[in-house]
Structures are given as C-alpha cells and as structure tokens.
C-alpha cells in the first residue's frame, strides 16, 4: 500500500518487484489529472535523496500536459510556432538543416522531460568528433566549433522557449562548456592598399561611389544595398539607416529590418560622401540609391557588389582574399585611429555599446605600429632632447660607475 507523505514531499511506495519508486505533482493535463514525476532505487534509503532531488527541480513549477513530447516534436512546433514568426527567412532555413542534421539524429527521439545536460553535452562533443555529414578534405568528420555554438543557440533558445511554454522546469542547455572559437585576425586594407583600391575605383563611376560610401560610412552589406533616396537628406548631409537586404530561402533578396534595434540609426556624413550622393541624386532613376545596373527598379544586390569587390581587389593588386565585411573593418579600425572615439563609432557601426566595438573591429595594423612608434619617438625626444636619449643616460651613468 502507498505510504503518504507529507504535502509537497511527494508519495512513496514499494513495487511488486521490490525496488522503491517516489512521485510529485508536478503539473496538471488540460482536464485536470495530474501530471507525476517518477523516480525509482533499491532501496528506501537510497530513494528519498533522489525524491528530495526532483522536489527541488520541479518547485514553482507547473508542467503542462505535452511534457513527454520528444525534442524532435518540440523542435518542429517551436520552429513552426515560435522561431517563424520572429526570425528571418536565411535564420530559419539554417536553423532548420540543424535540426534535420545534428540534433534530431541524436536526441530527437529522447522525451523533453528526460533530456539532461549530460545528453547535450555529449551531443556536441560527438559533433566536434565525427558532426559533419559528408567529409571535409581538410577537417574530415569534425564539425567546426563555429557551428557547434551556433547548434547551440538554436538549442538553447528552443529549449528556454519549452520552459516559458511550461513543458519543462528548467533549461538543461544552461551553463554548457562550448567548444571556443580560434578568432583569426580580421583584414584590413592597409594605407597602401587603400591607396591602390581607390585609383581602382576611379574607372567606374557607379562602383566608385558604392565603395567610397561603404569606406566613409563602414555600412554592412546589406544595409549599403538597401539605401533609399528618402533616407538621404541633402540639405544636412546625414543618411537614415532603416533596413537591410537579406537573403530569401527560395532565393533572391528582400528588403528587412536591420541586425539589431541599434542598427536603425542617423549618420552624418563626412561634407565628400554627402557630395558624391548629391551628384547621383541629380541622376537618379528609381527609388534605390544603388539601383541595380541592368533594373533600375530594384536595388543593386550584395552578391552583386560582392563579386565587384572581389574584381575591384584584382585590379587593385590586392591577391590576398578580403571579404565585404573587410571594408567595414577598414572603416571602423582607421577611424580610431584617427581619434574618433569608441562610443561616436560604435553609434555609427550601429553596435549596441561601444565595448562591443572595440573588442570586434579594432586591429593593430603595421601601419598604426608605425605610426605609434613615431608618435612615442618624439614625444620621448621632446622630453629628453635628440642629442641625448634616456637610454644613453644609463649607459653613461654604468660607465662613470665603473671607472
């Protein structure tokens, strides 16, 4: 017979087959009945730190009936219910290939209520191992940390989502050890390939303005693509960035909402920039201030101007491969050296704080090296006077010293 225990501290029986078994009320279905939580020992003993154990992870908890869903049936409802709705159509179509390829052939088939952070855990170490579906020449089966922590923010959100939705009392991809990521050091054009990109440009006029904005603005990608005449006020001279293009799932682009909140921001342009946009305004033929070339009624598309950078670099001289978000580096890291400061440049990238930005597209160049050197040389000089440097000091005092 049931031996009751006192309120909140769950029911203990012994079974049939001699082992103890404790359950708690840790929910309740859509018509009433409870919903039980089960765990079972040898013995008595052995049993209560286990029940006390789940009294602890399920306190202020109240489960609905779909707790013993699988993930793979979570994960098809939170892609369809929750994440759709809010995240873009390129996000989603990534989002789902993780599903389909890493999680759902290993922990699919595992009840939401039972997965523990040990499963996950090892989930992405397997990954790390033997993750890839086709091997890699170079890496083999090894998927890349990258990928992992990105799985892993999928996960996570899904997961903190099952919470919300009171399928599960916790989310046990919390406090997880992720793979880290090897950060390479992010290229910039230097001053003399700076110097060489921009004669490039000058041949055609169409590129030469689209990359001379991107260089004095550090605009990303898809939100250069996605400017307007209407975000343009000529008079002032700043350009309002409000939208960004991105990639649709069947393909081609379509105009969005910006990375972050903070991406929607006013920058006032340096008097140049304003004059090369007042000169293409005068010509404008459409809406878009980098119409395509060939449809003047759509904007020019980041692909497009992808493989014209890349052109653009051949020409230049520049063999070594720099992507878009190169050019963005190049902007950020020389406007900082050049004394702007990190919170105007961290409203003018659109980052939501200013650590961000010096922690991400800040780099130190050969030629700031340079140009740090020669800045300490003379002011030390300034100090010390040419003739007589404060090395030679030392050296002069270690000879009076030993004669």
Not at 263 to 269: H, N, Q, T
Not at 297 to 312: C, G, N
Request: glycine share 8%; with cysteine; proline share 4%.
């Amino acid at each position: 017979m049931a031996k009751r225990r006192p309120s909140g501290d769950g029911m203990v029986r012994k079974r049939e087959d001699g082992r103890w078994e404790g359950r708690i009320v840790v929910g309740h279905k859509e018509d009433g009945d409870p919903i039980f939580q089960y765990v079972l020992a040898p013995t008595q003993k052995a049993l209560l730190p286990k029940l006390h154990q789940n009294i602890e992870t399920f306190r202020d908890v109240e489960l609905c009936g779909d707790n013993r869903m699988t993930l793979a049936q979570w994960l098809d409802r939170w892609l369809d219910e929750y994440a759709a709705p809010r995240l873009r159509e390129s996000t989603m179509s990534g989002y789902r290939m993780y599903t389909e390829q890493y999680i759902k052939p290993r922990l699919g088939s595992k009840k939401m209520n039972s997965i523990t952070a040990v499963d996950i855990q090892r989930m992405y170490t397997k990954l790390m191992k033997e993750g890839r579906v086709r091997e890699h020449p170079e890496h083999g089966r090894a998927l890349s940390a990258s990928t992992v922590r990105r799985i892993h923010t999928m996960l996570h959100r899904a997961l903190e989502d099952a919470v919300k939705a009171h399928i599960i009392p916790r989310n046990p991809a919390k406090g997880l050890t992720l793979p880290k990521v090897d950060d390479p050091t992010k290229r910039v054009l230097t001053d003399r390939e700076l110097d060489k990109f921009m004669e490039a440009i000058q041949a055609d006029p169409f590129w030469r303005d689209f990359f001379y904005t991107e260089l004095t603005t550090g605009l990303r990608r898809g939100e250069i693509c996605a400017l307007q005449w209407q975000d343009f006020d000529s008079q002032v001279g700043t350009l309002q960035v409000s939208r960004t293009l991105h990639k649709k799932a069947g393909g081609g682009f379509e105009a969005g909402e910006t990375k972050t909140g903070k991406g929607k921001r006013k920058i006032l342009l340096p008097q140049s920039t304003a004059d090369v946009l007042r000169k293409r305004q005068r010509k404008a033929l459409g809406e878009w201030i980098f119409s395509d070339l060939l449809r003047p009624e759509r904007p020019i598309s980041p692909d497009a101007a992808y493989r014209r950078l890349k052109s653009l670099l051949r020409e230049a001289g520049i063999t070594e491969s720099i992507p878009f978000h190169g050019l963005r580096h190049t902007f950020a890291t020389h406007a900082l050296a050049s004394g702007v400061d990190a919170k105007t440049l961290s409203g003018i990238l659109g980052h939501t704080d200013a650590a961000f930005t010096l922690n991400t597209y800040t780099h130190v160049t050969d030629d700031m090296q340079r140009q740090a050197s020669v800045i300490v040389g003379n002011f030390m000089e300034d100090i010390f006077g040419k003739e007589l440097k404060p090395w030679q000091n030392a050296e002069n005092g270690a000879k009076e010293a030993s004669t």
